[in-house]
């Protein structure tokens, strides 16, 4: 059966993956090399040097593009350089349309990197696709979207700002870290690249630190591929190791993050101790109806607001959870909380957090796979 003719919960599996060919090993071994025997100057069996390629590295490339649908997948050391690459595609003056609800370090390499070598951002609540258009011009060479956005969980309909640059010389790349190719498939929705935090819900174990972009077309991928060969922000042989064996497992996994999250999602919603509960599977969540046609689920992300609370009793709250860990990160097993003012977001200045809702009382969940009622208890004894 041909590789694209195979369903996802196969994918995660098979995609991508064939026996090693020395001794028919099923998962592939770790290559833990730099360099390999070659026979005659250029003379090798597809591999020179691991920071150009890893046998290790390239099933885990191969995995990545079949889960997303891609042709291409490439794995880096870390989400954000995988982010460096796509913005090394650019050149000073050209302008860069982003989600104004982004991952704090996303918008610290755009804003303090990025920003210092000539190109421009502007950053834009794209709940609207409309929104962007504004903005569009002869300069904008990339659209930079998150969607379900972090830690707002606000929806952006992929669809729509692709259809908006269609026929124009603009990228469209898409960061699936929340959604997971087992949500949500941006290729599909028209954009050309996808990026990953691997180290969230693709490896699930918290254990590794891995990014990853996949694309369709040859031509971008050989351009990401000499920046990433160039650069050498690549990921080593024993992490690529362990996003594998996760994406093994990650159907499995999203399907219990999906569960736990909508019933803890509703737990929170009917708390009268809680204001707002952020969380796109709830009907009078803006452009809810966005989320169900290009994702499969809601995810086990969710933001939330305690009533009345000063930034000390949200503080107090995230003190007293026991099953729940205070943390950075996202997408492990177990169940984390953050404070983005003071965490994943700090780097974002105060008066833009404020502007998109990311209070000094808000509070996020990676809500994990344990048993539901043990969180949901958790969950109320903190808040009190």
Known sequence: MAAKDLKFNTKTIHGGQQPDEAYGAVMPPIYQTSTYAQTTPGGHKGYEYSRSANP???ALENSLA???GGEFGLAFGSGLAAIDAVMKLLQPGDEVISTNDLYGG????FKKIFENFGIVFHFVGMQSADAIQDKINSKTKLIWVETPTNPMMNIIDVKAVAM???????????????????LQLPLELGADIVMHSA????????DTVVGALVVKGKELADRLYFIQNASGAVCGPMDSFL???????????MQRHCENGRAIAKFLKSNPKVE???????????????AKEQMKDFGGMISFVPKGSSYNDTIKIVERLQIFTLAESLGGVESLAGHPASMTHASIPKEERLKIGIVDSLIRLSVGIEDVNDLIADLEQAIG
């Open 164 to 182: 908006l640059i269609k026929d124009k010389d603009i990228l469209l790349a898409v960061d699936n870290t929340f959604a997971t190719p087992y």
């Open 276 to 290: 707002e509960v952020y969380w796109p599977g709830f009907e009078d969540h803006p452009n809810h109806d966005v």
């Open 199 to 206: 180290t969230k819900y693709l490896g699930g174990h918290s």
């Open 243 to 253: 996003v594998l064996r996760g994406i093994k497992t990650l159907h499995v996994r």
């Open 106 to 109: 996303s918008y610290r390499i």
């Open 56 to 58: 290790t590295r390239t």
């Open 66 to 68: 079949s889960i997303e």
